[in-house]
Structure formats: C-alpha cells, structure tokens
C-alpha cells in the first residue's frame, strides 16, 4: 500500500496535567499499554506498514518504547518539532520521512473507530486531495463544524458557533496527497483548520468528508480518558493491542486484588498494583504500582504511578498524582487534581480542583 501513517503526537497534554508531567499523553497506560500502542496496531491492521510520529514533549519517551517498530509490526521513524507549529506545521515538518505518495495523518489523542481502509478507500474513488473523517455529535457547538455538499464534497470549515449549520465535525483524522502536504509552508507555526483547510478550499482543491458514526472520544480530559480506557477494556471501542482478557476489568500480571474485592466498569489495574480487601473500583485506572487499601472506592478516576489510596477513602471522579498518598477516610470528588508527592492527611472532604 502506497501510503504512510503520520501520528501528531507533540503537545504537552496540559489538560490531563499532572499525570502528564511524568510522560505525554499518548505515552499514558491507556487499557494497560500507551494509548498510542492502540492506534499503531489499527494502522497495522488497516494495511500501513510505515509510521513517522511527529514528536515535541518528552520526544526520547516515544522511541525509548516504540524503537524502529518492528515489535510492533510498523517501522517507525521519528521526527522532532523543535518549536510549536500547529498542526499543519507538525503535518509540513513530517514531509521529508514519508515514503509513499498519499499519508494517513492522526491527532495523536483520539481514540476512533472509523474504518481506516474505507476512509482510504473514499479518498482513492473520490480522487480527492484531502479528506477528512467527520462525525456527528449531538452537541457540535464546542466543535469546528464541516458542512458538506450532498456528493460529499467539504463547503466550509466553521469556527465553533453558538448556532451550528450542521452537526459534522472535524474528527481528527485525515488522508492528504504527498503534494498537499509538500505545499503547506515549512519552517513556521500552520493551522491546519483555520489556514490549510480554507486556502485549499478556496484554491479549487478537492476536499472531501468520510461521515463515519462508530466509536469516537478525545482524550485530552481526565474524564475522557478514564472513560476511553473503560471502553477500551469493555470492548465498545476497539483495538488489537489490549496486554489480556478483558471485560468489566483488566488485571496486569503483577497486580494482587483481594478476592473480596470488586473491579468493574471497565477498569485497569497495573502491573505491581496492590488493592485490599473489600475495596471497590469502578471505571476506573491504576498506574502501575498503585495501592489501594482495604475499604476503599475509586470510581471513574485516575491513580497515578505508586499513589497510595488509604483505608475507607472514596476516590470518585479525581486525578491522583504520581506517588501521592491519600490518607484514610479521605473523600476527594468533582474533579480534583492532586499533584505527584502530595500527602493528603486523613479525614476531610476535599473539593479543591488542585491540591
């Protein structure tokens, strides 16, 4: 297959900070392996054998683990954005690695179930220059909107709008001609939405929509990816890279879970992690090395590499820095954040957004 992977994957994640600070986001234990270990192995299945992943932050943690990708049934070459660039830089500062005549291109924070051969496919029968998978979502007006024409052809690219023309918006992947992305300017910061999309628009280019209505979150927000790891263990959102059985939870090999307690929802627990007797997570991820003591509930939240949930302490909807410890009978809920190497005494309720 004529075509490469490209996998935009700089950005520092400062929305899922702290559990960012440690490692980027798509380097973050996604259903117990990195969320882009995921999406390489759907490239994989989809036919594509070569990957370049535009790295930025903490660039040398994506080789470290990747390596020339052969463990992973893709070679893998790296390039690194010196400077922030916006997407259609990170996409122009890839050119000179890619291989074939047409590049696959991913926002590395998706996680998608559209079908990549039939996003390939529409793009070859539709001889077009770029296309872009579209979604629909119930509430588009947080979105850039993408109306199309009823032979598929893109209108318009929409900033997001308090009363949106239409409910398809810009999903995050997209199939670009080799010469498409050869034309964007090099060597400077390009929005590919609110540059390259509307100057090819208005040079005559062909720009097309694939409407795929499968499974589609981004994880840039704790809650988004407590939720997407959940989906990926309860199967409602795919990938051939999950490390073991899976259902309502997957257990690490390592990982010692009492057999009086109970780990639902599409929950993951790390490797090394220890939860106590009686103690409940729910849609929930461990990091490896996480310690949940006896009595304790962790719903819809994130533990962070060696934290310590105390005795009796309700954990619901929060994010738990690495190596933070949280006292017994602590209740942390709406959205805390504790930062790596926090204590947080025993007793109280905290509802703090940063401790």
């Not at 520092?12 to 882009?36: D, I, N, Q, Y």
């Not at 670009?176 to 005559?204: H, M």
Request: aromatic letters at 6%.
């Amino acid at each position: 297959m004529n075509v490469d992977a490209v996998i935009l994957v700089g950005g520092r994640g400062t929305r899922l900070r702290p559990l960012t600070l440690s490692a980027p986001k798509p380097m973050l234990p996604t259903a117990g392996v990195p969320f882009l270990t995921h999406l390489i192995g759907r490239i994989r299945e989809a036919g594509v054998g070569h990957v370049v992943l535009g790295t930025s932050y903490q660039a040398e943690v994506f080789e470290s683990y990747f390596g020339d990708g052969s463990r992973f049934g893709v070679e893998i070459d790296y390039v690194v954005e010196t400077e922030p660039l916006g997407t259609g830089g990170g996409i122009r500062n890839v050119a000179s690695r890619l291989q074939g005549e047409r590049a696959l291109i991913f926002n590395g924070d998706v996680l998608s179930g559209v079908d990549l051969r039939a996003l390939l496919a529409r793009h070859e029968e539709a001889r077009a220059d770029v296309t872009l998978y579209l979604t629909k979502v119930s509430d588009p007006r947080a979105f850039g909107c993408v109306p199309t024409d009823p032979d598929g052809r893109v209108s318009a690219f929409l900033e997001k709008d308090p009363d949106p023309v239409t409910d398809q918006i810009n999903a995050g992947t997209y199939v670009f001609e080799r010469a498409v992305v050869e034309s964007i300017p090099a060597g400077r910061p390009v929005s590919v939405e609110r540059e390259t999309f509307p100057g090819l628009l208005a040079s005559g280019a062909r720009i097309v929509g694939y409407v795929d209505l499968g499974y589609w979150r981004d994880l840039g927000r704790p809650s988004d990816f407590v939720a997407g790891s959940a989906d990926l263990v309860r199967g409602i959102a795919p990938s051939p890279a999950l490390p073991g059985p899976c259902g309502e939870a997957l257990v690490l090999p390592g990982a010692d879970v009492a057999p009086s307690a109970r780990a639902t929802g599409g929950s993951t627990v790390g490797a090394g992690c220890v939860v106590g007797p009686d103690a409940v997570l729910d849609g929930s991820v461990l990091f490896d090395g996480a310690r949940v003591a006896a009595g304790a509930t962790v719903r819809r939240s994130v533990v962070g590499f060696g934290a310590v949930v105390g005795e009796g302490a309700v954990i619901e909807d929060a994010v738990i820095g690495d190596r933070a410890r949280i006292g017994a009978r602590v209740e942390l809920r709406a959205g805390v954040r504790v930062w790596p190497d926090v204590a947080v005494p025993d007793g109280g309720i905290r509802f703090s957004s940063d401790l």
